[in-house]
DNA sequence: GTGAAAGCGCTAACAT
DNA sequence: ATGTTAGCGCTTTCAC
């Protein structure tokens, strides 16, 4: 367990000033290559390896080049994809990137918020959480770019990489509507993040807009799990009018619809926002709404890595689009 | 874009010396409370967040209180779901983590290391690319804490935390066999990475016990996509006397074989390595090997974890085993 | 209880 | 072409 050598250590084995050792080591011209090679030969034979964390603090331009990835869950295929495109754009720039899940917990936000904050990252992206984000204000407030992702951060004005998810949903019920189907469930997530928020209101329109009156008897909000959701549509098949179709607010929802729905399956229609892999090799392929997390994640990146090269302007706020697909069992018509 | 304040703008502000500061944004005792009001009050009125930085970079043990997890493609839900688990294991202990993937680029992997190296990372976890390790080495060398997980780095006496993959494969295989099968079919992803080699050495180990001569038109290596092990599936089911039977050496070639075998489904049976999500719910449910990503990356984490707080001894290897989930492709004898 | 001086590992600015 | 000095933001050590 050596401790690890130092500019000064190599400045004695090579017989020159540490500053020289510095020259060679970032590669800045005016040293002889007679001491450049003396220079390089002690580095290697030492082992050495630059502090960047010292060198980064002593710098003019006061930069780490590390960013911030805050993420709801890592370990969910979708947020995993967001990550990898992020992580991919700061390679190609030569940043490295320090990521957390926060469980949506705004607790949890604010600890790895501040946490990186005080690592010096040059900017965040975050997938806020519902809570308030006073701590993501004050950040910018300070100079630090922050761009959301997957939804915006309530009363923050950041650059914002969003999909269109209440006019999709209203497609989607609407494309329900035009098979003829009046008892269309709602099963939803969490009703106080953003996102599941405005397809909820997509629902609410498409169905207005058709003269279909809403039944609370029909909406089911706050799934957390798939199985949750499987019990949720199990007890609404159940009722004395069972829906003929159900929208389903996101990929494990969806997943926990057709668990609900058992063998053999019975003659309802199903359509679920995100897509899955298998969805179309399921015995009945499910319709979706398919949106991209690479493109979020990447588009985010961007955005923010033009804040950090200085881009001054008024928030910019991306909506990307999604993708209607049609595979069976969104176009099953009412019994 | 306002410069971060510094502890010495607080000292200035709240008219007491640097050194105060620093003792009360650290905790430390010995000010008195009036002293400590003050402090506080100037470090909330101009929001000052101490550098982490410079913080590490003067503190006695040189500790940066980071990790790094170097993995081969973070958008793979395994590598997420091993993220995951390492990321929760830092949390609790008040840590951050860097993470990357290197595409199994060996390249990658050293740019990686070594940038995660020089931000002074105070342990790395990684999934090791299938080249040499001579950098890996000579970081252990100098004292870095090294935990390789799911696969072995070549030649490295790192800690290794792993699953049965031979073993696992024999059993699966044998399963097979026990079915009467003879005509075993062999789908493998690169045959440079250790858990394929295990894991085709374990198909020959179960061929071998039961007398069962290995056929070379029968084994594929090297399917890289789900379009690839569709292919390869395809060719082999249109041969003159086709396979009764596949083993998949991944979730991905057991996906892209089941494109492969086409609709309605031939009279094939198949087992497949890793459990993937849905495989219950297809029209043939999908016999499976299963790993648990999150316990590999929660126990490479505790690991690494035991070496960062300074146990010394000879690198453990732990082995985790694999469950066998009987679904019913598996389970189909031959014509 | 509080502060002044030194220095972590490095680079900017100015010598020579 | 090379070296010296100062100092990034902080903590250690020692003095008062």
């Known amino acids: 367990m050596a401790a690890r050598p130092t500019m000064k250590d190599v400045a004695l084995a090579a017989g020159v000033s540490l500053m020289t050792v510095s020259r060679v080591v970032n590669g800045d011209r005016g ?81 790895v918020v501040l946490a990186f904050s005080a690592r010096q990252v040059d900017g965040l992206i975050v997938v806020p959480t519902a809570g308030s984000h006073s701590l993501l204000k004050a950040q910018m407030a300070q100079g630090m770019p922050v761009v959301c992702a997957d939804r915006p951060a309530r009363g923050l004005d950041a650059d914002t990489v969003t999909v269109d998810n209440r006019d999709a949903t209203r497609k989607a019920v609407t494309h329900l509507l035009a098979h003829r189907h009046r008892r269309i469930a709602y099963l939803g997530d969490q009703r106080d993040i953003w996102t599941l928020r405005e397809r909820f209101a997509g629902y609410q329109e498409a169905l207005r807009a058709h003269g279909v009156e809403l039944d609370p008897g029909l909406v089911r909000h706050g799934l957390r799990s798939r199985a949750e959701a499987a019990q949720a549509v199990a007890e609404l098949m159940s009722r004395q009018a069972p829906p003929t179709a159900l929208f389903s607010s996101n990929d494990l929802i969806t997943v926990g619809a057709i668990d609900g729905l058992g063998a053999p399956l019975p003659r309802v229609a199903l359509v679920g926002f995100d897509d899955f892999p298998l969805a179309d090799r399921l015995p009945r392929p499910v319709t979706v709404v398919s949106q991209d997390p690479a493109t979020i994640g990447g588009t985010a990146a961007q955005l923010l890595f033009s804040r950090i090269d200085g881009y001054q302007a008024p928030p910019r706020s991306v909506v990307l689009m999604t993708r209607f697909i049609a595979r069976g069992s969104g176009e099953i018509p009412p019994p």
Chains 1, 2 share one sequence.
């Open 31 to 111: 040293v002889s290559p007679q001491t450049t090679a003396r220079v390089e030969q002690a580095v290697s034979r030492l082992g050495y390896q630059r502090n960047d964390n010292a060198s980064h603090l002593r710098r003019k331009a006061q930069t780490t080049r590390t960013i911030g990835l805050v993420v709801d869950d890592l370990a969910n295929p979708f947020y995993a994809t967001l990550a990898r495109a992020v992580e991919d754009e700061a390679y190609r720039r030569g940043y490295l990137v320090l990521v957390s899940s926060t469980n949506d917990d705004p607790r949890r936000e604010r600890e």
